[in-house]
């Protein structure tokens, strides 16, 4: 009976108790590595947030507000529906990340062992693109007495040749009184013309002639735009650089002077990306319109692209409008009358708007069409309603009326674009990773398959060949491609009509080789 006592209290102490809680967490062992991921891009000293989330220190005399802001999904700002679709480098925090930050604040924020702590993000002051190629300095500028400013600077490139932009940052010169920016180029030399005409420096963005520029930017908040190493922007030679500026109604006084940092694609044959506005609150895209929203009434309006002659590959877009806007969702739908969703943003804010990429490019088939929906909420009900009590609205650019665009980064459609990944953390593979000793690297899943094997690797050079063979060494399926970008590629591998078996997947870029046994199962 004493021994049967004794191993009940010897066991009682090994198994775990359901009143024992959770360790709590700590700031070097879990929160340091959320906020370094999702928070610290913008809240850096000289970043365009108002405090620092670099220290423990910062991160402690901030946890109440953080905990409010995170739970109430203020914060990080991330305006699209990730349950609609995945866009690149979307700041969402996860369910266990928030929890996370909870039960740090709510047991008193420790800080644990900062020999475990992971070392902070190092920024460059305000700027976060390292070794630009180039950095356009746009002039010191006062800001004005006319209520909300939207002024535009235009600095001569100087260009005897086509470039190619591979990555663009704007830098605020005062990120407190920055609205939002859109970063451009015009070829007609008409922005050059208003900008000598105005006693400046710059000009009101609506002096003038006001050109239409192609825009590669679109942003509220520090970023840097990107594309893969032979993709970029073409600007042609003799182009002005564009910034169109929105400074809010308190910065009057208030001395700016903001700057661009760029980085030239320098690859051969590189792939040209042109901007296009296909949806605009005008007719034809604009189908019941005109784009007027009455005192104390909601509006939805729905806009169309034109049918596209010719395929192409959609990179990115960035939808656009004013306050009184409460809603957008963007879609294409196919010929074969698949619908391809782009982007949804279920409440839309003014003052955190921006251009987004896509996670992987997207075949637009010839045939297609783009469709939008815009909803507008012209009551007291919309916190962000300019007028008490509500006023008629009307069409215009500026913020007291509204605005219904939608911008897209589009190529050429070439074979294998769809199988080009702009943010590899959705596919399986960390973008980091190299080839060692020899061997490329290479994941495939499901393993074993009976559809569809998605083909993961991340390739040193702009070529690559694939080949699944049988066991006797045929050739089953093939894919031979040039200039694909450097970096993280994927492709979708049919296998729905091969006997059941072992097949080898091999591919071979750069001189270096990966090798998978696949199962075909049945």
């Known amino acids: 009976m004493m021994k049967k006592l004794l191993l009940i209290l010897v066991t009682s102490f090994l198994l775990p108790s359901p009143l024992i809680q959770a360790q709590t967490p700590d700031w070097s062992t879990t929160i340091a ?4 991921n999702h928070c610290a891009v913008c809240h850096h000293e000289s970043g365009i947030a108002p405090f620092s989330l670099l220290t423990y220190n910062d991160a402690f005399d901030n946890g109440f507000s953080i905990e409010a802001d995170v739970n ?107 609205h939002h920016v859109t970063v451009g180029y015009d070829k007609t030399g008409l922005a050059h013309q208003d900008d000598l005409d105005y006693p400046g420096p710059g000009c009101p963005r609506d002096f003038g002639s006001n050109p239409w520029n192609k825009i590669f930017m679109s942003q509220s908040e520090g970023r840097v735009t990107s594309l893969p190493p032979n993709i970029g922007f073409r600007i042609p030679d003799s182009s002005d650089y564009v910034s169109d500026m929105h400074y809010y109604t308190s910065s009057l006084g208030e001395v700016d002077s903001s700057k661009i940092n760029i980085k030239f694609c320098t690859v051969p044959d590189v792939r040209s990306v042109s901007t296009e506005k296909l949806i605009y609150g005008d007719e034809p895209s604009l189908i019941d319109g005109p784009l007027e929203i009455a005192a104390n009434t909601i509006q939805t309006f729905h806009l169309q692209s034109s049918v596209f002659a010719e395929d192409q590959s959609l990179i990115g877009f960035g939808p656009h409008a004013h306050l009184i806007c409460k809603s957008w969702k963007v879609y294409i739908v196919t010929p074969s009358a698949d619908t391809i969703p782009l982007i949804s943003i279920p409440n839309w804010n003014f003052d955190w708007q921006g251009s987004y990429m896509l996670t992987k490019v997207i075949k637009i088939p010839a045939g297609s069409v783009i469709y939008a929906t815009a909803v507008y909420d012209n009551t007291n009900n919309n916190p962000h309603n300019p007028n008490n009590p509500p006023e008629d609205i009307h069409s215009g650019q500026e913020r007291g009326n509204e605005m219904a665009q939608v911008h897209f980064w589009l190529m050429d459609y070439q074979p294998g674009d769809e199988d080009i990944i702009l943010d590899s953390t959705f596919y399986g593979i960390p973008s980091s990773q190299e080839s060692i000793d020899g061997q490329l690297a290479m994941n495939i899943y499901p393993n074993p398959a009976s559809d569809v094997v998605h083909l993961i690797s991340n390739l040193p050079a702009h070529d690559v060949n694939w080949q699944l063979t049988d066991l006797f060494g045929v050739v089953v399926k093939s894919m031979n491609l040039k200039n694909v970008s450097e970096g993280v590629y994927s492709h979708d591998v049919d296998v729905s009509g091969l006997c059941a078996g072992l097949y080898q997947l091999s591919i071979q870029s750069g001189g270096v080789t990966a090798v998978k046994k696949l199962i075909v199962i049945r």
């Not at 590595?33 to 370094?36: N, R, V």
């Not at 866009?87 to 420790?110: F, H, Q, Y």
């Not at 992971?118 to 070794?131: I, K, Q």
């Open 33 to 36: 590595s959320i906020f370094y």
């Open 72 to 178: 109430a999904k203020i914060m990080p700002p991330w305006p699209p529906d990730p349950n609609y679709s995945h866009l690149r480098d979307e700041k969402v925090l996860s369910e266990n990340e928030i929890t996370a930050i909870d039960d740090w604040v709510d047991n008193g924020m420790p800080i644990g062992d900062t020999s475990l702590a992971p070392d902070p993000p190092v920024y460059n002051g305000s700027s976060l693109m390292v070794n630009p190629d180039e950095t356009v300095y746009l002039p010191v500028f006062t800001v004005p007495d006319v209520g909300d400013v939207y002024w535009r600077f235009v600095n001569q490139s100087g260009y005897n040749e086509t470039k190619y932009l591979n990555s663009v940052e704007f830098v605020a010169g005062n990120p407190s009184i920055m």
